[in-house]
């Protein structure tokens, strides 16, 4: 989901900066509310576990995509599928521009022994080349975000209307190696919600409702919305918020687009690798401690687990997060 996400800000300038441009997005059908809302973007479902399936489901989808008379190809995934769909265009004399994704560089930073630890290239960074090797430039001096949203009928029925600070708060992540232990997370909350005139919305996957359940202990001003609304519903209600606080996963990365505040904790991995949410302060990105725990970032996605590193994340106190999202919500 977040590499889907940061694509919308280099979409946005794209479509401002080169009116005439029309845009097909093609994706998974579960992102499509993600650029509903973009000018010039149509956005074309792709089913790798049916019609799209396998080699002949890729010819499939290059005969679908044909029929949109496509005159440009910008592959911002960069793996084999796209690569093959990718090279059939290019047969058909297609102008083909591809992402780095700097797969060597990320496994220098991530390695254990002779890491190179140094801040790489940004994957926003990385997909401006993409669109200026097909021949559209695009400055991003200027930030762009998805605009605000109504707030959805059915948080409000939770909620009541806004009136103070909603602070959002995504505690889990994919894997284990960037989730922030649960005893620590429950703290924060606790914290968060004694503050007056503030309200935490909770959010996760279906499956994470039971765990979810667990932050709200009592609190009357703590909501937990997994299974309550759909995907589209939760972008507008995220679009609400005057913090969110994440793992390194996707709904930091839907909150950045829309120009939230958005904090980020990180464990095995680390904002160095390209993967920081859009137009962040580095200093909304709170880090495990590498004097305690060297070999940090072991990992680009968390999915590494290195003996003697599960406790890494207990290195960021209570604390300094509470006090980073206090500070947002000053500003």
């Known amino acids: 989901m977040g590499d889907v996400a940061i694509t919308v800000p280099v979409i946005l ?4 900066q080169h009116p005439d441009v029309k845009i097909t997005v093609v994706s998974r059908p579960f992102f499509k509310p993600i650029f509903e809302k973009l000018p010039n973007v149509k956005f074309l479902s792709v089913h790798t576990h049916h019609e799209h399936k396998g080699v002949l489901g890729l ?18 995934h960069n793996v084999l599928r796209s690569q093959v ?8 004399g297609k102008k083909i521009a591809f992402t780095d994704k700097g797969r060597s560089e990320k496994e220098a930073l991530t390695r254990l022994s002779n890491k190179k630890f140094q801040p790489l290239k940004t994957m926003v960074n990385r997909h401006l080349e993409t669109f200026k090797n097909l021949g559209y430039p695009i400055n991003l001096d200027i930030p762009y975000f998805l605009k605000q949203t109504s707030i959805p009928i059915k948080a409000i029925e939770i909620l009541g209307e806004k009136t103070g600070k909603w602070i959002g708060i995504a505690p889990f992540a994919h894997y284990s190696g960037k989730t922030y232990p649960l ?23 279906d499956s994470d409702f039971e765990r979810l359940e667990t932050f709200v202990n009592g609190n009357s001003n703590v909501f937990n919305f997994a299974k309550k609304i759909s995907f589209k519903e939760e972008l507008n209600l995220i679009s609400n918020l005057d913090v969110m606080l994440s793992m390194d996963s996707g709904n930091a990365h839907l909150a950045a687009i829309y120009g939230v505040k958005t904090i980020t904790l990180w464990g095995a991995t680390h904002p160095y690798a390209g993967f920081a949410p859009y137009n962040q302060p580095n200093e909304n990105c709170l880090v495990a401690d590498r004097e305690q725990y060297p070999l940090l970032p072991t990992s680009v996605y968390g999915n590494k687990k290195v003996a003697g590193y599960e406790d890494a994340m207990r290195t960021i106190p209570v604390e300094i997060i509470v006090a980073r999202v206090l500070s947002q919500l000053e500003d």
């Open 13 to 16: 300038a794209l479509t401002a």
């Open 59 to 76: 010819f499939r989808l290059y005969r679908d995509l044909k029929s949109h008379r496509l005159t440009h190809i910008a592959d911002l």
């Open 85 to 92: 769909v990718r090279f059939l265009f290019s047969l058909n």
């Open 183 to 205: 005893d620590l997370m429950q703290k924060v909350v606790d914290e968060l919600s004694d503050k007056e005139g503030v309200k935490i919305l909770l959010f996760g996957g």
